[in-house]
């Protein structure tokens, strides 16, 4: 994922973190970040696709989909601690608490 960064410029420091970070991985906690990475990713598109077309039951549906998120990286942190999910799981508090905000707006206007 990196390769390309560090050959463009050889001291960027964000590839080099997470060169560095990665490393410490095994292969199959490598395979486990990519798998759930994409899931996580492809589901958030998906509502995003609906919530752009105005869909009003999608906003309580990606709060529940980002909530299930949330609770499984809290088992996952509890089985396998690390700062990754802690991170993951800010982001997706954080897009909760703009999805409901923007989900009142809505509903009042």
Do not use: C
């Amino acid at each position: 994922m990196t390769a390309h960064e560090i050959t463009e410029d050889p001291n960027d420091r964000v590839a080099a973190f997470l060169m560095h970070a990665a490393q410490g991985f095994s292969v199959g906690t490598q395979d486990f970040y990519a798998t759930y990475l994409i899931g996580h990713g492809v589901l958030k598109l998906v509502v995003v696709a609906l919530l752009a077309r105005g869909v009003l039951w999608a906003y309580p549906l990606a709060v529940a989909v980002l909530g299930g998120f949330i609770l499984y990286q809290a088992h996952r942190f509890v089985m396998h601690p690390g700062i990754g999910l802690v991170l993951l799981s800010l982001l997706d508090l954080a897009v909760i608490a703009l999805t409901v905000i923007e989900y009142r707006r809505i509903k009042t206007a």
